[in-house]
Nanobody, 123 residues
Framework: VQLQAFGGGLVQAGGSLRLSCAASGRTFRTYGMGWFRQAPGKEREFVAAVNRNGDSTHYADSVKGRFTISREDAKNTAYLQMNSLKPDDTAVYYC?????????????????WGQGTLVTVSS
């Protein structure tokens, strides 16, 4: 499967963005989906994940209550709604697909990755 993340951009602190992750193929509904991010000089970190059924989600503590992950299987797309953005949220955001369907927190459990989209939050 191929993943394409888009929707990043420049936003002021307190603003919102919605990232999208479009997937190719007919098996999107069987994958767990996750979002990760990597800030300059830092390691890639988990942001959010949703299982294949869409009824279980996980969030990093740093984004809990501000970000919402969702999926729309009819469109082969996963989303990350980001509200109340902070400068610390500045990073390249990556979406990933997990063939196991669980949407885990660890990056090594994901099988497919998108190319990343840059989010810059100004203070």
């Amino acid at each position: 499967v191929q993943l394409q993340a888009f929707g990043g951009g420049l936003v002021q602190a307190g603003g919102s963005l919605r990232l999208s992750c479009a997937a190719s193929g007919r098996t999107f509904r069987t994958y767990g989906m996750g979002w990760f991010r990597q800030a300059p000089g830092k390691e890639r970190e988990f942001v959010a994940a949703v299982n294949r059924n869409g009824d279980s989600t996980h969030y990093a503590d740093s984004v809990k209550g501000r970000f919402t992950i969702s999926r729309e299987d009819a469109k082969n797309t996963a989303y990350l709604q980001m509200n109340s953005l902070k400068p610390d949220d500045t990073a390249v955001y990556y979406c990933a697909a997990d063939r196991g369907g669980w949407g885990p927190r660890t990056s090594y459990e994901y099988d497919y990755w998108g190319q990343g989209t840059l989010v810059t939050v100004s203070s």
